[in-house]
């Protein structure tokens, strides 16, 4: 059984949908271990403890430097005994430092087809805007490992979603998320945490049951 941290900055709905998954006995092969939220007042916190996972605050503002940071938290990730990392809607800076300690350990879920509406800038509602504005048909959502470019880490799962007419960045992410990210996240949790996902030459291998 891995251990998994969740790691949050906000209401916490991707964490949510791991936590139901592990409800319905979908997380094959992990446990929700820890969640660590880039900020006091997140409610995804109170998810957690509802949900009787143990939670960490660890704000960067509390460190004069970002070395500092990433010993702290590798520090907490340590203790924890963590093996898989999940990026939540976390909006603290992951260093090059924390993702060679836990490399293709650490995954992310992107609310675009990458590689279209990714890299730096393109986050939360961002990235509807910015496929609303282009006129897309289709979007979608990505998880992906994290590596040292920002949304560039070997991709794990996709899946595509309608762009209807009338919709508002809003009303697109609601979408999104539903059809796509709520589903991706625990299924791409459940493949790594099961030892089927491999990278080879910076591209994943799903591998069969």
Not at 133 to 151: Q, S, W
Not at 177 to 204: H, N, Y
Request: charged share 25%.
């Amino acid at each position: 059984m891995l251990n998994i941290a969740v790691l949050v900055s906000g209401g916490g709905t991707n964490l949510q949908a791991l936590i139901d998954a592990r409800n319905r006995s979908e997380l094959s092969g992990g446990k929700l271990a820890l969640v660590v939220s880039g900020r006091a007042d997140a409610f995804a916190l109170q998810r957690a403890e509802k949900a009787g996972i143990p939670t960490e605050i660890l704000l960067r503002k509390s460190f004069a430097a970002q070395e500092d940071y990433d010993r702290s938290l590798l520090e907490i990730l340590s203790r924890y005994e963590i093996d898989l990392v999940v990026l939540a809607g976390f909006m603290t800076i992951i260093s090059e430092k924390v993702v060679r300690h836990y490399e293709n350990r650490i995954i992310n879920v992107h609310p675009a087809l990458i590689p279209s509406f990714c890299g730096e800038g393109f986050y939360g509602l961002k990235v509807h805007e910015a496929a609303l504005t282009k006129g897309v048909r289709v979007t979608g959502a990505t998880v992906h490992f994290v590596n040292e470019v920002c949304d560039g880490g070997p991709i794990i799962l996709q899946k595509a979603v309608e762009v209807l007419p009338g919709d508002t960045p809003e009303t697109l992410q609601r979408r999104v998320m539903e059809q796509a990210e709520w589903k991706l996240l625990p299924k791409a949790v459940s493949l790594f945490c099961e030892g089927r996902i491999e990278v080879a030459d910076g591209r994943t291998v799903i591998k069969e049951d």
